[in-house]
């Protein structure tokens, strides 16, 4: 089982949790453990899919020189009244 862990190791080992973070806090803890692991399957998932596109269209170098040589226009502001 599990590479030589038996079953009183893995009692112990829940139990030593327990004693540490108590019987409240271990469904917050396993709760964020699973979001971190659904998120951390969704990003693999992304880049797969980006590896996978991205691959069967080159992409054009001029396009991301372009904008990059393109100089940001400064924020519009309020127009100052002429004066008479």
């Known amino acids: 089982m599990l590479g030589g862990i038996g079953t ?3 009692l112990l080992i ?6 540490m973070f108590g019987a409240k806090r271990i469904p917050e803890i396993a709760r964020g453990i699973g979001k971190g ?3 951390f399957k969704k990003g693999i998932s992304d880049i797969q ?3 996978e596109t991205g ?3 080159p992409q ?3 396009t991301n020189q372009q904008e990059q040589s393109q100089p940001a ?3 519009a502001g309020p127009e ?5």
């Not at 829940?14 to 004693?19: K, P, Q, R, T, Y």
């Not at 100052?80 to 008479?84: E, M, R, V």
């Open 8 to 10: 009183w190791e893995i």
């Open 14 to 19: 829940f139990l030593v949790i327990l004693l």
């Open 37 to 39: 692991v659904t998120e």
């Open 49 to 51: 899919d980006e590896i």
């Open 55 to 57: 691959t069967d269209r």
């Open 60 to 62: 054009d170098p001029t």
């Open 73 to 75: 226009e400064p924020p």
């Open 80 to 84: 100052k009244p002429a004066k008479s």
